[in-house]
């Protein structure tokens, strides 16, 4: 598949706004055979008709619906298997069904655990979710944080205004994830396996890119919930019974968390960790509310 005039650091490149470049790295590398995409309008629709031309995909359209934000587009579906895509769009008429993520070539183990948290009405918070699935005392690899990707989490009252809220005040920033898939767990063998695929292909076609995410994706996270988190601008490393993470200040993007917590966060440059991401000590950094740190890392 030659992807590379689609797949590049060149800002003059085609692009379909709606399609992450995850998901073209997906096809690109073989781990998944169709995706699940959308168009913003005319000028969205003629690229990826551009798209599909140039690589060969096939395309078949789902119907309207409407973004994050709220903005008219149209869902479709591309790739490579014209069965596989029929039966993907059948499969579209339940996207909480097994055989939706299946027909999408997503683990099944990641889609039942979708699934099982989703029945739940967003009473605990999907990051939450899969970290209480992920193995203790374990640094998770930067591939696997889905802590930006809000594709299929705004459930709750109240989430697309926050989301439309945490945009704005990460405008022009490319917050996009490596894997296009929410994990079970943050060591999901399959998952982990294909992430790493997809970040390799990634990183040959589209090295600046790949770097950019790594850099950000790759640091540990203060996590309270979907836009209440800190992003520790530091490296997080094990040690007997938990963690060490020394750091310097916070990162971006930024979330929706006020400036006190801010301030308290940016003051110490190291912090131990039980295997369980409490914050042990510095004893006096006494956080507000229910959080724990989340340890990804290279």
Known sequence: MNI???????MNRPRCHGLQFNDLASLAAGVKSLVYTSVHGVDDARLLDRLCADLKLKKV????????????????LIGTNAKKLEAAKKAYKNVLSLEWGIA?????CCVKSYIAW????GNEDLIRHIYARSPAGKT????MNNVFNYYSRLIRP??????????????GMDRESIIPWHPCSYLCAETVKKGKLIYDVMKRHMPFTAASRKAMLSKPIVFWDNFLFAILNGQCRKMDGGFII???????PKSLIGRETEKMLSGPENLWLSARGKITNPAELRL???HVVIPFAF
Do not use: C
């Open 246 to 252: 020394a750091y310097k200040g916070l990162s971006r």
């Open 104 to 108: 999408l070539d997503y683990p099944e």
């Open 61 to 76: 359209t789902l119907g309207n619906n409407e973004s994050v934000s709220n903005s008219p587009i149209t869902d479709v």
């Open 4 to 10: 590379g005039k689609h797949l590049s650091d060149n």
């Open 140 to 143: 998770f690899p930067f591939w």
């Open 118 to 121: 989703n029945a739940k009405t």
């Open 158 to 171: 109240g989430d697309r205004l926050k989301y439309a809220a945490f945009s704005k005040l990460n405008q």
């Open 288 to 290: 507000p509310g229910n």
